[in-house]
């Protein structure tokens, strides 16, 4: 369980998570060299892990479409625990963890998935918004 900031740093460092925390309690966790990292907070009654993958496309091009077509077709079939959206201005990679029955195992999860989706999406997500230029 995670009832407080100590608990969930005292997770990171069981999974040996590289973690820099901010001033306002967001732990930022690395999720590989060259991607941006995941910031973890915990915002009770969830644990939330989020990555801003950069600017979503504005206007409706079919540059536009390919990606968000891409986005909801990587949601469907490779994530688990996490789910591309849009916040604003920024295509975002989140998740949300109930943190009153969290265990280890289940944020290892979800990092774990987060890092899989860098890895093998970040890519291409790269490539279709340099389309929108």
Not at 30 to 43: E, F, I, K, N
Not at 91 to 118: F, G, M, P, Q, T
Request: net charge negative; proline share 5%.
């Amino acid at each position: 369980m995670i009832h407080s900031d100590e608990d969930l740093e005292a997770y990171l460092n069981k999974l040996e998570r590289r973690f820099e925390r901010t001033p306002d309690g967001t732990y930022l966790v690395g999720v590989g060299l060259g991607r941006p990292p995941a910031a973890v907070r915990l915002a009770p009654p969830v644990v939330v892990v989020r990555v801003t993958i950069g600017e979503a496309p504005k206007g409706d091009s079919a540059a536009a479409a390919r990606l968000y077509r891409f986005l909801l077709e990587q949601n469907a079939s490779s994530l688990l625990h996490a789910a591309y959206g849009i916040d604003g201005e920024n295509i975002v990679l989140s998740a949300a963890l109930e943190n009153r029955n969290l265990d280890i195992n289940e944020l290892d999860a979800v990092l774990a998935d987060v890092d899989l989706a860098l890895a093998e999406q970040l890519g291409k997500l790269r490539e279709l918004a340099e389309q929108q230029s």
